[in-house]
């Protein structure tokens, strides 16, 4: 059930942030007739649009205007932003989009919501999920962390059956009422301490996904995501393994499901993309979800067969003189870094960015004996050179100075004289991009160039 739906005609709302989901909170506060105050770092075209919308536009604002009566925040402002903080000390409730969508969808036509989150693999599930949905004939999309604001999804009409959810941890920790049909925890590992403060704020964050009247998801392979799933009734687990009862799992290279009635072949790991271990228990998730919903067991099939994975995600480029170059620039973390490394044997390893805390040794410890050569850029290619002599200290390590434009042409570059037929180059950076690029898109966008750039490039 929703919280109901708040009567914001005529109260002041203030937006922190003018982002995409900003935007859409705004537009939606002023189609109620909220009185919106719009709170972002600087002015831009978008904020532009809001004040032509009817939005009080306060660039910089330190403080919520008196008489807000409610603060909605985008993701990328942290608990600790001194406008957030001042909102709190005045007893002010701050909120997200998320939770925004959540309660004004009462009084109108509610869509299934099917949510999930976890350190990785958020997106290409979501997205496993919503081909899924569709496959099964029911009208649904992705939103969320993948881009769509949930509040646009909930505002569509005609109204969605269901919304496949993700949620990033920032979304969660703003999310209060969030009561969904079914919610799935892929895995946790470090990642956004700096926004969080500390492991343990982190997967308090992550826990919100859960609800107790929900069917509810975990990974059984990852103690950590078991631990924060401790105490809820009737969990469902997914496994690389052969599935118990009241599980999802894989026997004789099928996804099979024993937890959703009598145990029922799903579809065969090989029709699973991207390939690779960590994708195959993304699908699951995905399975475990939809089944959550009633789907039945040949939609997850075709869902999962007619697939199309979104780029940079373990996206083979080229082959260049028998060396392979794959595109993982989506692993911005070392947990899912590791998933990269762990599907193939001889890498040349493309690594470093913004490491927000994480630590690398753990992934160098389990994964140092499968690379054959290293090219680190970034921020903190420093710590990540460190695991790396602690780890695999005869490791050939090339290390990039360079900042600008064509630092990564030099990265590919390196990286090809470290390769030999049959290796494969591996851009998994385990961090964060903004340093040095624009996105983990942009980041896989040029070592694409990069490697088109090399002699003798072939096709994939």
């Given at each position: 059930?929703?919280?109901?739906?708040?009567?914001?005609?005529?109260?002041?709302?203030?937006?922190?942030?003018?982002?995409?989901?900003?935007?859409?909170?705004?537009?939606?506060?002023?189609?109620?007739?909220?009185?919106?105050?719009?709170?972002?770092?600087?002015?831009?075209?978008?904020?532009?649009?809001?004040?032509?919308?009817?939005?009080?536009?306060?660039?910089?604002?330190?403080?919520?205007?008196?008489?807000?009566?409610?603060?909605?925040?985008?993701?990328?402002?942290?608990?600790?932003?001194?406008?957030?903080?001042?909102?709190?000390?005045?007893?002010?409730?701050?909120?997200?989009?998320?939770?925004?969508?959540?309660?004004?969808?009462?009084?109108?036509?509610?869509?299934?919501?099917?949510?999930?989150?976890?350190?990785?693999?958020?997106?290409?599930?979501?997205?496993?999920?919503?081909?899924?949905?569709?496959?099964?004939?029911?009208?649904?999309?992705?939103?969320?962390?993948?881009?769509?604001?949930?509040?646009?999804?909930?505002?569509?009409?005609?109204?969605?059956?269901?919304?496949?959810?993700?949620?990033?941890?920032?979304?969660?920790?703003?999310?209060?009422?969030?009561?969904?049909?079914?919610?799935?925890?892929?895995?946790?590992?470090?990642?956004?301490?700096?926004?969080?403060?500390?492991?343990?704020?982190?997967?308090?964050?992550?826990?919100?996904?859960?609800?107790?009247?929900?069917?509810?998801?975990?990974?059984?392979?990852?103690?950590?995501?078991?631990?924060?799933?401790?105490?809820?009734?009737?969990?469902?687990?997914?496994?690389?393994?052969?599935?118990?009862?009241?599980?999802?799992?894989?026997?004789?290279?099928?996804?099979?499901?024993?937890?959703?009635?009598?145990?029922?072949?799903?579809?065969?790991?090989a029709e699973v993309r991207p390939a690779g271990p960590h994708n195959v228990a993304n699908a699951l998730a995905a399975?475990?979800?939809?089944r959550a919903y009633e789907v039945p067991a040949g939609a997850v099939a075709e869902g999962l067969r007619t697939f199309?994975?979104?780029?940079?995600?373990?996206?083979?480029?080229?082959?260049?003189?028998?060396?392979?170059?794959?595109?993982?620039?989506?692993?911005?973390?070392?947990?899912?870094?590791?998933?990269?490394?762990?599907?193939?044997?001889?890498?040349?390893?493309?690594?470093?960015?913004?490491?927000?805390?994480?630590?690398?040794?753990?992934?160098?410890?389990?994964?140092?004996?499968?690379?054959?050569?290293?090219?680190?850029?970034?921020?903190?290619?420093?710590?990540?050179?460190?695991?790396?002599?602690?780890?695999?200290?005869?490791?050939?390590?090339?290390?990039?100075?360079?900042?600008?434009?064509?630092?990564?042409?030099?990265?590919?570059?390196?990286?090809?004289?470290?390769?030999?037929?049959?290796?494969?180059?591996?851009?998994?950076?385990?961090?964060?991009?903004?340093?040095?690029?624009?996105?983990?898109?942009?980041?896989?966008?040029a070592f694409a160039a990069g490697v088109r750039d090399l002699p003798g490039r072939g096709t994939a």
């Open positions: 059930m929703s919280a109901g739906r708040p009567a914001l005609g005529g109260r002041r709302v203030l937006v922190a942030g003018a982002g995409a989901s900003g935007e859409a909170a705004v537009r939606a506060l002023l189609a109620l007739g909220a009185l919106v105050t719009v709170a972002d770092r600087v002015a831009s075209a978008r904020t532009e649009r809001l004040a032509a919308a009817g939005a009080d536009v306060r660039p910089g604002l330190a403080a919520p205007p008196a008489g807000t009566a409610l603060v909605v925040t985008s993701p990328g402002w942290r608990p600790d932003s001194p406008l957030l903080r001042a909102a709190l000390a005045a007893g002010i409730e701050v909120i997200g989009e998320v939770e925004l969508a959540w309660r004004l969808q009462a009084d109108r036509a509610v869509p299934a919501w099917l949510c999930l989150t976890g350190t990785n693999g958020k997106t290409t599930t979501v997205r496993m999920l919503e081909s899924i949905l569709r496959a099964a004939g029911h009208r649904a999309v992705a939103t969320g962390n993948v881009g769509l604001p949930v509040i646009d999804a909930v505002r569509e009409d005609p109204p969605y059956q269901v919304l496949a959810v993700e949620l990033s941890s920032y979304q969660l920790y703003w999310s209060g009422t969030l009561a969904p049909r079914a919610a799935a925890l892929l895995n946790v590992a470090e990642d956004h301490l700096d926004w969080h403060g500390s492991m343990a704020g982190y997967g308090a964050a992550k826990r919100r996904i859960f609800h107790p009247d929900a069917v509810n998801v975990v990974n059984a392979d990852d103690p950590a995501a078991r631990r924060l799933a401790d105490g809820l009734p009737d969990v469902i687990g997914f496994t690389l393994g052969e599935p118990g009862p009241g599980q999802l799992g894989v026997r004789g290279g099928r996804l099979v499901d024993r937890a959703f009635g009598p145990s029922t072949v799903l579809a065969a790991v399975a475990a979800l939809a199309v994975p979104d780029r940079h995600r373990n996206e083979v480029v080229a082959e260049v003189g028998g060396v392979t170059y794959v595109d993982d620039s989506k692993a911005t973390n070392p947990h899912a870094a590791a998933a990269s490394l762990a599907g193939y044997h001889r890498v040349v390893w493309i690594a470093g960015g913004q490491l927000k805390g994480a630590h690398v040794d753990g992934l160098l410890a389990e994964h140092g004996h499968r690379l054959v050569g290293a090219v680190l850029l970034g921020t903190d290619q420093a710590t990540i050179a460190g695991a790396i002599t602690r780890h695999a200290p005869d490791l050939p390590v090339h290390r990039v100075a360079s900042t600008d434009d064509g630092a990564m042409i030099e990265v590919v570059r390196a990286a090809a004289g470290l390769a030999r037929p049959g290796d494969v180059v591996l851009l998994a950076p385990a961090a964060a991009s903004l340093d040095m690029f624009a996105s983990y898109g942009a980041r896989g966008d």
